[in-house]
């Protein structure tokens, strides 16, 4: 079973910055794509960046510029900075993974709890 827990979560004033990060455990062959996505109350999961094993990485528009995601395959980690935040980045955020177990399983995609980010006018 894999787990994936994220952390840095919390309250901050707009303009200021917070870093989230997400550890994965438990049976990993290989991780391809990580990522993070958000949902703020009665509004659908959206995506808020994603990164490739190879480090390629996709942005929402709402946050290029003020967001970076980034990952450590020895860690089997993902995190993401965020500055410049906006009252309206505030939402819970969700780390997503697609991991395979091993060589031969095919790869399925697994999401943490959450952890809340809430930013003030």
């Known amino acids: 079973q894999v787990q994936l827990v994220e952390s840095g979560g919390g309250l901050v004033q707009a303009g200021g910055s917070l870093r989230l990060s997400c550890a994965a455990s438990?049976?990993?062959?290989?991780?391809?794509?990580m990522g993070w996505y958000r949902q703020a109350p009665a509004k659908q999961r959206e995506l808020v960046a994603r990164?490739?094993?190879?480090?390629?990485?996709n942005y929402a528009d709402s946050v290029k510029g003020r967001f970076t995601i980034f990952r450590d395959n020895t860690k089997n980690m993902v995190s993401l900075q965020m500055n410049s935040l906006k009252p309206e980045d505030t939402a819970v955020y969700y780390c997503?993974?697609?991991?395979?177990?091993?060589?031969?399983?095919?790869?399925?995609?697994?999401w943490g709890r959450g952890t809340q980010v809430t930013v003030s006018a």
């Open positions: 997503n993974a697609v991991i395979a177990s091993s060589r031969s399983s095919p790869a399925y995609s697994r």
């Open positions: 438990g049976s990993i062959f290989s991780i391809n794509d």
């Open positions: 990164i490739t094993s190879g480090g390629s990485t």
